[in-house]
Each structure stands twice: as C-alpha cells, then as structure tokens.
C-alpha cells in the first residue's frame, strides 16, 4: 500500500476495505522473527525528523495569519487535495499545521514538536513509543485528522469505555473545527447506533467493542466482501448485506496502549457464542469438580505453575477411570474423562480467586492480569467457566456454542493500515514487527525528565518485604509526598491496605472491586499527602496531576511491591511519577516468595530462604536482580508462546474452514 494513499470505502477500495489473510510459511515466519528482533534494538533511539518540522513550521506561520473563515476555507482545500494527491510531503506538513493552530485556537493546546514526530510515526503506520505523559490523547489527533480530512474512516481505540468516552468528549471541539464529524462506540448502544457512529468520520471505541462489531458484520456478509460481488448485490436485493452491517471496513486504526491491546490481550480469543442447553452438562461440570477434588498430586497429577499447565500420571489416569465407570456418558471414552479431569483440576489449582477472577454479584468476572480491570462479558472456554462456578458455589452459567471466533492478532492484521502509540513498547518492539509488521520509534520527551530511580530491595520472605513497603511509606508520608503503591494482584492490594490500616496511614484503594471509582481516585492522587493503593490498572490512561504543595515536596512517589511477568508493565508504573518535567521518584521491593519468584524458581530457592532470613531477610543486589530478571525473561517468553500458539492455532483453523468451505 503507497505511503500517499490509502483505500476508502467506494467503487475503488470495495464496500466494506480490509485486508487479507496472510498466512506465513515457516521459513518467512522465522525470517519475520529474525527481522522484529532487530527492530527491538532499532526502537530503541529516538527519532527528531527536523526537516518534517521546519517544513510544519514554515506552513505554520502563514497560517497564524488567517482569520477563522480564512482557516476554514484552507481547510477545505486542504481536504481536496489530499483526497486527489495524497499525502505527500507538502500535503502533509501543511496538514499538521493546520490542526496544530486549529488547536491552539479551539484547545488552547498547540502541539509541541515531539508530539509532532509522533504523529507523523503513526500517519506512517507505525507505533510510537512517547513516555508516559507526553500527551498521547492530543498527538493522535493530527493523525486522526490528516486521515480524516484524506477521505479515509478513522477508529480510534482505547482500552475501555470511560477513556474513548474522555478522549471524543475532549477532542470532538478541535475536529468539528475542522469539519469533522466523531462519534464514540460504547457498550450499551443498539445495533443503529453503532451504525451512525461508525459513519463518522472519526470513532472512538475499544478494542473489544470494535472486535465484537465486525464478528457480527462477519456473521451477516457470511465472509464475503469482494467489491463486485457486494456491488451486483446492491443491484439485486432491496436491503443489500452493506446496509445492514455496521463498520464501513478496515480503512485506518490508532491503537491507544498498543502493547496492551496488541500484545497482552492477544492471549485470548474473541469468540460470539449463543446459549446452549446445560441441563445435561450441569451434571458433569459438578461430577469433575468433585472426581477432581478426591485426586492427589503429586500421585495423581502434577501441577506446573510455570507452565500453567495440568498434567496427569498414569496412576491418576488409572484411578480417573476406576472412580468414574459408574457414570457412563462422556466418562466412558478415555480423552473425554481425562479432558474433563485437566479443565477441573486447572479450575481448582491454577485459577485462582482475586488473582485470575472475582465473585461477585453470585457471578465469576474475569480480571485482565495485565490491567487489574474486570473483563465484563468474558468467559473461559470448554467448561473452565462453569468448573469455577462449581468450585466457588456460584449458579452454573450457560454454556456457550462458538458461532464466530478471531484473535486480535488476526483481527488487527485486516487493517489496511494500522498504527499505535504507547509509553512502553520497545519491550515488544520485535514481536509487534514480527505478527503485525508494524515497526516501532521512540520519540525523545519534550522536557528533560526528573525521575530518580530510588533502586530495588529485595528480601528473603514476603512477611519482610511487606515490612519494609510500610517503613517506606511513613518516610516519605512524613514529607508530605502523594504516594502511590502497585500491586500485582487484588489479593495483594487489599493485604496491603490491612497493613496500612491497622498502623493508621489513611488511603484509598483502587483495584478491580472499585474500577468505577477509577477516575475519581487518580484525580485525587497527586495530591499532598495521599496514599492510594492500587493494582496494574491504574497505570494506564488517566493522568495523575500534582497540586503546587506536592509537587514542592519532592512530588510522586510511586512505589513497587514486586516485579511483574512484564518488564513494560513494571516500566508503565514507574511512568506515573515525574511526568512533563515534574519531579518524582519510584522505588522497587521484591521478595524471593513472590509468585513470579516461586512460579519460575519452585522449591529450589528454599534453602537459599531459610540462609538468609537472619535479621530483616535483606538479599544483596548482586545475588537477588540476576534471579529476579531471569524468572521474569521466562515469564515474558512464556506469555509470547501462549501468544504464538494462539497465532498458529488460527492458521491451522482457518485452513481447515477453508478447506471445509466454512467462514472464520
């Protein structure tokens, strides 16, 4: 696809654009590989493009010039050309100046040049690495703009509904401004909504939304989007399939947190199911749970935390068969019994409550591990959901039977162009070239950062380094500093907040029992004197602003409680404090019995824990960071094979659908 044109929906680039399906022989994935490896390493410098800036600048100041109708009225020739020529080099400087000063006039936000670059990155098609606080939310709108104003159908995606609502609310002045028209997907809008919403020129919605909408314009075109054939049946039928869907294609995407959406929510696919029958199923959901629960490991079964996986010993099998002859049905075939075995002892020993899920309102609801939001209307595959409502006690859900699936990694790839914009993706930099071709730049910070990294502690018990979180915290509460404490997991943020209460230190917790609060907690975080307590999610998205008082204090000062199974996610932490110049701080506290230690490493650091728990258990730096970076390289690896299969599990599908002449 030219850099200077990009398909529309129409006669030429068909009603309904995307792209297709590429499937890699092995050779061009290992070539694919190789390459995103070294784009990992070329991610890694900052990119300035002065030539794009001084032409940005030149096109800029004859702009200053214009009265409104006069701006206006540049626009609108603007518009014309880039919809016959494209988006050269002249068009396109030309086009960034202009929604620059249209901001500074609607916003009273003018773009700095860093923001610039960023958005030039994207219009490339590529992701953008800007660190946190550099003004994500105002960059992509040159990009979404310049797009907008060529022709081309703009979707702009975030991770959940509250920041699409935040970004369209904050945005939509600028681009009715410049004659565009914006809309926002969110979750309880009818099927006509959505409609008119997707045909503006520019859309705010997430990356589950957006999936979810063309799964259901997948089911009613039946897979079938050539241009010709859509356009004879416009001829034919009064009510063609193109009216009734509701996306116009996959012309362009801004993918907001693009490691989140594209990488850490790549392990799961998306599925629409229909209800099925559990009557019969609801008695062999309850017969696994309690087959599974009289089963002995490591006799029966073994438990690999590391691998997330079940496996069962012959004995186990031998023993599954003898406590199951008397139920007949599905437990009288082998692969069924010990299937149903596995998915039962997954629920009842890897899966576990305020970690991988929560009970609520008597239902199961999914926590994302990377985000520490609920995944509302998630459910597990294959009965897992169902054996964990089982395990907890909770109504037995319907089961579901697929009608439509995708990964986002297929999903995503269909963009004709795609773009994305993170504070952490060099990390990923190799794997995002590798599945989506999309190459990664770093844009340097428009001011000269003032974060300290205080260092990393490590201690031998958990019951330690706990101890050492709270003199922490009422040193730096002493000077008045808003504090900010991460957690990995629900679990940890409320044992935490307990600690906190019974020593009397006033906080507020944030995890995924309280994400409605979410805004209101981080507005108020930055201020003198706060602690707030919080899992992943609150590194995400929302701005903590200092008040003048914090900020004269040392500003934030943000807080790790241990490592996570991303190195990035770590980094987007550590991103919250000393954003734009401010001053702030972080500082790590891991200990050997975390789960990140005690999943890689098992039993073997025992020994070495009893040694060194004399005194306060500290663990000195040269011993504990070699083990803590490895167990969480393994970690990383580990989550890019789940990734990986998922991947080639979709090739293998699709060739099987093909082959069957079934869709998706």
Known sequence: ???????????????????????????????????????????????????????????????????????????????????????????????????????????????????LVGGLIMLQGKVVEMATGEG??????????????????????????????????????????????????????????????????????????????????????????RPLHMALEGLLHERPRREQVMMRGLCF?????????????????????????????????????????????????????????IDITDLGKAQLRRSTQQLGGVWATESHREELAKQALSALWLYKRDKHYLVQEESIQIVDEYTGRVMADRSWERGLHQMIEVKEGVNISMRQETLIRISYQKFFRRYIRLSGMSGTAQEVAGELSAVYRLRTRRVPT????????????????????WQAVLREVKRQHKKGRPLLIGTQSVDASEHLSAILTKSGLRHRVLNARQNEAEAEIIAQAGELGRI????????????????????????????????HDAARI????????????????????VSLEDDLM???YGRKLRPFIAITTWGRGWVPGF???????????????????????????????????????RGE
């Open 598 to 600: 005690r999943v890689f």
């Open 446 to 465: 428009n001011k000269r950062s003032r974060r300290w990294n205080k260092g990393e502690y490590c201690y031998a018990k958990v019951d330690h380094k």
């Open 136 to 225: 994500k939310t105002l960059t992509a709108t040159l990009t979404a703009a310049v797009m907008a104003l060529s022709g081309v159908p703009v979707h702009v995606v975030t991770v959940n509904d509250f920041l699409a609502a935040r970004d369209a609310e904050w945005m939509t002045p600028l681009f009715e401004f410049l004659g565009l028209s914006v809309g926002v997907i969110l979750e309880d809008m009818d099927v006509d909504a959505r409609r008119n919403v997707y045909a503006c020129d520019i859309t705010y919605c997430t990356n589950k939304q957006l999936a979810f909408d063309y799964l259901k314009d997948r089911l009613i075109l039946e897979a079938e989007t």
């Open 1 to 115: 696809m030219s850099d200077r044109m990009i398909l529309r929906p129409g006669l030429l680039g068909g009603f309904y654009p995307e792209r297709s399906d590429e499937i890699l022989s092995t050779p061009d994935r290992i070539m694919a590989s190789a390459y995103g490896r070294i784009q990992q390493l070329v991610a890694r410098r900052p990119v300035s493009k002065r030539l794009f800036l001084r032409r940005v600048r030149r096109e800029g100041r004859a702009l200053q010039t214009l009265g409104n109708d006069e701006l206006m009225a540049a626009r609108i020739a603007l518009g014309e050309d880039l919809r016959v020529r494209g988006l050269g080099r002249r068009n396109t400087a030309r086009a960034f100046a202009l929604v620059r000063e249209a901001s500074g006039r609607v916003l009273g936000m003018r773009h700095f040049d860093v923001q």
């Open 253 to 309: 995407a801004i993918v907001d947190e693009a490691d989140s959406v594209l990488v850490d929510e790549a392990r799961t696919p998306l599925i629409i199911a229909q209800n099925g029958d559990t009557t019969e199923m609801e008695a062999i959901y309850r017969q696994a749970i309690n087959t599974a629960r009289s089963m002995q490991t490591p006799r029966d079964f073994t438990v690999s935390e590391r691998d997330f996986r």
């Open 532 to 563: 707030t307590v919080a899992t992943n999610m609150a590194g995400r998205g929302t701005d903590i602003a200092l008040d003048a008082a914090a900020r004269a204090a040392g500003g934030l000062h943000v807080i790790a409680t241990g490592r």
């Open 570 to 589: 770590d980094r987007q932490l550590y991103g919250r404090a000393a954003r734009q110049g401010d001053p702030g701080s972080h500082i790590t506290f």
């Open 623 to 661: 011993i504990a960071r070699p083990l803590v970076n490895l167990a969480q390289w393994a970690s990383e690896r580990r989550n890019s094979g789940i990734r990986k299969n998922l991947l080639k599990a979709d090739g293998s599908l699709e060739e099987l659908l093909a082959f069957s002449g």
